[in-house]
């Protein structure tokens, strides 16, 4: 998982919280010290303000941009000792990557409640947690008598070093609160200016800063500390509610929205178990403005597009994150319309408003793909991944780099181009003559697997757009990897088809399957379809044996878009090689059988040979007949094989039993002694 810093500056006067004591309750309850679970945080960067000098080291850098104490602003970059000439340094505190680190500047007089229920923060997650408060050296006196007061220590900075103290001239309410994100951007994530938020309900606005970056089992417990520390108990319930729904604790949230009667709690609940109508009926109850977000998502799950654009003209949310929800929704409706730029101003208008709203960014990465501009594609999807982990994201970013890659080789598209003008050769033949067969029909061929574009249509609507495709294309990534299965490359059969004039409707024609195998060498031809299945959707697996035209092996598995998409996949692909190696037998011929130690095969890594495998010794006996015709000849068993080392397309066995009189010779059969 990765990090995040969140900062709290309330200037003129200040602490630092570093002491991990057991503390009481800012509301006078008790508490122990107890260590902290780790707070994992998502990392990431946004897209820098323009570039000045924050300090006199820094002019000479190129990079050093002006301090902005605002949203998506840069906080300032601070260096301070503590009262025992400890030095703290926010640049080294990000490097070490902590799991959360809190910098903290105010006043004496307004600062007090604060700073309590931080000290009470930091003493049950001291390890994990890293509270530093911060003050100018003008005030080291009056500094040094509130610590004192409160037992905790403090750091002074000397604002005669700081070189470019724009950023104190922007203070125009004390206390202010930043979040920032962990890295040398250093960029502010939220902002919280006054006593009034910040004092009733700061450690929960840290619970709810862990959701974002979906920490959601931290956040729970960072909630859970807010309820000790005395905040406002609906607020936290609440945010509890919303924590447990993003972890998929359902149950756990029903019962925290029960507790404060929240219809759009429930209603977002009711929307994760895939009960629609439930959803729009308990979002229609409650006037809150993130009640007819969830209405729109449901509407727009259930395909009701329309319905759902008029909903989110009701959506003003007050939270930010639940205002980006919303926002992200409205883009991604007016992508599945074609105003993609509308879309994408949608979409990074609601990144502005959470920083870790991958849904938006996902989506804007999507629309460039489907568009052909790759490079545009991958700088939205690092940007996300930067900023929290997602499994569709990391599965899009992959297939970008990787298409960018073969897009620039000039020798794999020149390669390309001859092999597509050789196969249309091929298969015009093909069409022409009729079907031939191979030289050798005993030997099983290596795997060679084609997948084509469906017939079927999808009325599937995906929240995240590219969902289908990027699925698609990371199912043949994952086959390609391994080692006895080759799949035709996308780019190479696109263009082919496209050169044949063969779409989706033609591919359904089986004697076009059958010529298309015979082209490609394929032995299993792929088709990819979506279903929805209640609040999930079916991604579900053809494999057509391209010499019968008739189904081999089929595959199903429902997942949601926002679920553990890497897991799915593993399980997918590991089900379909389980089922494609059930019914291929591998045979093959000797190729060389001078020593009964050392007797080589026609068969390798290639076609799926592993060590240790064995493999019967075939002798053709007696004719079948029947109907006054030969229809086969019996096979006779007479030794067996066992392989002791494997090769491309070749594999070294011993001879672990024949009969007396049986001699070896090339192009003897063998088959492999079925065992799975």
């Known amino acids: 998982m990765k990090h995040v810093v969140i900062a709290l500056f309330i200037l003129t006067v200040s602490l630092g919280l570093a002491c991990g004591k057991a503390v009481e309750p800012p509301d006078g309850g008790s508490a122990t010290s107890a260590p902290g679970e780790s707070i994992q945080l998502a990392q990431g960067a946004a897209t820098p303000p323009a570039a000045s000098a924050e300090s006199a080291d820094a002019q000479a850098s190129p990079e050093v941009r002006a301090v902005e104490l605002r949203k998506n602003g840069t906080a300032p970059d601070i260096e301070a000792k503590d009262i025992h000439r400890i030095l703290v340094d926010l640049d080294k505190i990000i490097a070490d990557k902590p799991d959360l680190i809190i910098e903290f500047f105010f006043t004496v007089s307004s600062g007090e409640e604060i700073a309590k229920k931080l ?13 530093v408060a911060l003050g100018i050296q003008e005030e080291e006196k ?14 002074i900075i000397d604002s005669k070093q700081l070189g470019d103290e724009s950023w104190l001239e922007q203070v125009d309410a004390l206390p202010i609160t930043l979040f920032v994100h962990p890295d040398e951007d250093r960029i502010i994530v939220k902002v919280l200016r006054g006593t009034g938020t910040a004092k009733a309900n700061i450690i929960k606005d840290v619970a709810v800063a862990l959701m974002q970056q979906g920490a959601e089992e931290d956040a729970a417990n960072v909630a859970d500390l807010a309820l000790e520390a005395g905040e406002d108990e609906k607020a936290v319930h609440e945010a509890k509610g919303y924590i447990f729904t993003a972890a998929g604790k359902l149950d756990e949230a029903e019962a925290e929205f029960g507790q404060i009667d929240s219809k759009a709690g429930l209603a977002k609940v009711a929307l994760e178990r895939g009960e629609l109508d439930k959803a729009v009926e308990l979002s229609s109850q409650d006037p809150s ?28 949310p007050a939270e930010d994150w639940q205002r ?3 926002t992200a929704i409205e883009g991604r409706l007016h992508q599945e319309k074609g105003d993609t730029d509308a879309a994408v101003e949608k979409y990074r208008e609601a990144v502005s408003l959470d920083f870790y709203n991958v849904e938006a960014l996902s989506n804007e990465g999507a629309l460039y793909r489907e568009q052909g ?8 999807l690092e940007e996300a991944d930067k900023r929290r982990d997602d499994d569709l994201v990391g599965m899009m970013l992959r297939q970008v780099k990787k298409e960018m890659e073969d897009a620039n080789d000039l020798k794999r598209t020149e390669l390309i181009r001859k092999q597509i003008a050789d196969l249309s050769a091929r298969y015009k033949e093909l069409k022409a003559a009729g079907m031939d067969k191979p030289a050798d029909e005993w030997t099983t061929r290596p795997l060679i697997v084609a997948f084509l574009p469906s017939e079927r249509s999808t009325p599937v ?55 298309l195998g015979k ?4 032995q299993l031809l792929g088709f ?4 929805q299945a209640g609040p999930d959707v079916t991604m579900y697996l053809r494999m057509i044996k391209s010499e019968t035209t008739r189904i081999e092996t089929q595959v199903a598995k429902a997942f949601r878009a926002n679920t553990d998409l890497d897991g799915m996949m593993d399980a997918f692909v590991q089900e379909l090689v389980n089922k494609i190696a059930a019914k291929r037998r591998l045979q093959g011929l000797i190729a060389e059988a001078t020593d009964d130690t050392a007797v080589i095969i026609n068969l390798g890594a290639k076609h799926g040979v592993q060590p240790g495998q064995r493999f019967s010794i075939i002798e053709e006996g007696d004719p079948i007949e029947a109907g006054g015709k030969v229809i086969g000849r019996r096979q006779v068993t007479v030794g067996v094989l066992e392989v002791k080392e494997v090769q491309e397309g070749l594999s070294i066995c011993s001879v672990l039993q024949k009969n007396e009189d049986v001699q070896l010779a090339k192009d003897t059969k063998v088959k492999e002694v079925y065992t799975r």
């Open 119 to 131: 000290k009470f923060l930091d003493a049950r997650y001291g390890e994990k947690v890293r509270i």
């Open 142 to 155: 009056a500094l040094q008598e509130f610590a004192e007061g409160l037992d905790i220590p403090y750091h």
């Open 289 to 316: 403005g993130y009640a007819a977000t969830i209405k729109a998502r449901a509407l727009m799950r259930g395909g009701k597009l329309d319905k759902a654009e008029a909903a989110l003209g009701a959506a003003k």
């Open 324 to 326: 980006a929800e919303a």
């Open 373 to 380: 501009h790759l490079a545009k594609a991958a700088q939205v």
């Open 461 to 515: 609507f995906f929240e995240r757009a590219g969902t289908d495709i990027a699925l698609r294309r990371e199912l043949e990534a994952r086959l390609q990897g391994l080692e006895h299965i080759q799949v035709v490359e996308r780019d190479l059969l696109d263009k082919l088809l496209q050169e044949l004039e063969l779409g989706s409707s033609e591919l359904a024609d089986q004697d076009n399957q059958l010529r």
């Open 519 to 522: 082209v490609l060498s394929a």
């Open 528 to 531: 990819v379809d979506f279903a």
